[in-house]
Nanobody, 121 residues
């Protein structure tokens, strides 16, 4: 199996910054796209940002210019630097990886358990 674990969430004041980390481990043969999603209470889970193995990135409009996604392929890790945080950024942030467990396996999505980010006004 592939394990995905997020870290780095917490409580921060509006205007502050946080850096989230996500590590994939276990039976990982290769990882394609890695991404961050978030879900606020009462809302659906939404895209924050994704990054391909070659470094191409995609951001939700409301995160452009404030959030930066990056990854370390050697460590199977992805990061999310969040600046200029707003109260509306409060949510559980989830990491998702598109991974292959072995050469002859197809790719599957693997999700972490999430990390809480709370931004106070």
């Amino acid at each position: 199996q592939v394990q995905v674990v997020e870290s780095g969430g917490g409580l921060v004041q509006a205007g502050g910054s946080l850096r989230l980390s996500c590590a994939a481990s276990g039976s990982v043969f290769s990882i394609d796209t890695m991404g961050w999603y978030r879900q606020a209470p009462g809302n659906q889970r939404e895209l924050v940002a994704t990054i391909t193995r070659t470094g191409s990135t995609n951001y939700a409009d409301s995160m452009k210019g404030r959030f930066t996604i990056s990854r370390d392929n050697a460590k199977n890790q992805v990061y999310l630097q969040m600046n200029s945080l707003r109260p509306e950024d409060t949510a559980v942030y989830y990491c998702k990886v598109l991974a292959r467990r072995a050469r002859n396996f197809g790719e599957s999505d693997y999700w972490g358990q999430g990390t809480q980010v709370t931004v106070s006004s």
